[in-house]
C-alpha cells in the first residue's frame, strides 16, 4: 500500500539519529515536559505522557530521570516553559526541510537553525515554503511478530486506520491528525502492542539525489539531529539505506 517507501526513509533517518544522539535523555525530557504542562504529571491520566514515558523506557532513559523530568515540570523542582517552533527551508539539491523543536529560548534556537542551514548549503524560508508538500499523519508502529497480516489489517481497520503498510515484524498504521488519539485508543483496546505513536509529516513525493549531493543532504540533516532543540526533522529526499546504530 501507498506510502511505504516514504515511511521507512523517514524512519531509517531518524532510528539513525536517535541511535547516535548523546542527549536524546534531553529531547525526550522536554517531550515530557510538554506532555505535563498539556495533560497533568499523571501517566494513567494523561495518555500522551504516558507514550511519551514508553518512548523513555524503549530508550533505556533511568526511572530516575523520567521521575525527575515530570516533576520539574510540574513545578516540583523549578519549572522551565518550553516552545514548539517549526521552522522550514531547503537542503542542497532542492531537498524540503522540515525542522521542529522545542525550546526555552527562541532566539538562541532561531540563531542555530539559520546558522545550520547557511553553513551546510540550505537555505531557510518563511513559514509554509514546503510544508505544502507534506501530509501531516498519525504514525502508528505495531508489532506485528507472529500475527496474521489480514487479521492485523482488518484490526487496524476498524480502529479507523487510514493506511496501512507492512514490513519485516512490524504494521505501520496511519491515521488522520484528528483520529489520532481515537486510533491509538482502538488499536491498544485490540491487544495490541504500539511501539510508537507520534504526529509525522509525510512527504507526498520524494526527490532522488546524486552522489555528490547525499553526503550533503545527509550532513545537514544530521547537524539538526544534533541540536538539543530540534525534536523532529522531516525531509523529502530518497537517502540511502542504513543499519540503525546501537
Sequence with gaps: MSGHSKWHNIQATKGKADAKRSAIFTKIGREIAVAVKEGG?????NSKLAM?????????????N????IKKANG???????EAITYEGYA??????????LTDNKNRTAGDVRHIFDKYGGSMGNSGCVSYMFDKKGVFVVDGKGM??????????????????????????YSLPTDFTAV???LAEKGLTIMSAEIEMIPQNTVDLDEATIPRVQKII????????VQNVYHNAVLPEEEDEE
Excluded at 523520567?66 to 523530568?69: A, F, K, L, N, T
Excluded at 516540583?76 to 518550553?82: A, D, H, I, K
Excluded at 539539491?93 to 525542522?99: D, F, K, M, S
Excluded at 544530521?222 to 532543540?229: H, L, R
Design 41 to 45: 504529571p499523571d501517566p494513567r491520566n
Design 52 to 64: 511519551v514515558v514508553a518512548k523513555a523506557k524503549a530508550n533505556n532513559m533511568p526511572n530516575d
Design 184 to 186: 491509538r485508543d482502538a
Design 148 to 173: 496474521d497480516e489480514d487479521d492485523l489489517m482488518m484490526m487496524a481497520l476498524d480502529a479507523g486506520a487510514d493506511d496501512i503498510v507492512f514490513e519485516d515484524d512490524v504494521c505501520v498504521v
Design 66 to 69: 523520567i521521575e525527575r523530568s
Design 222 to 229: 544530521d547537524m539538526f539531529e544534533d541540536n538539543d532543540d
Design 92 to 101: 542542497p539539491g532542492g531537498v524540503a526541510l522540515i525542522v521542529q523543536t
Design 76 to 82: 516540583e523542582l523549578g519549572s522551565v516553559n518550553y
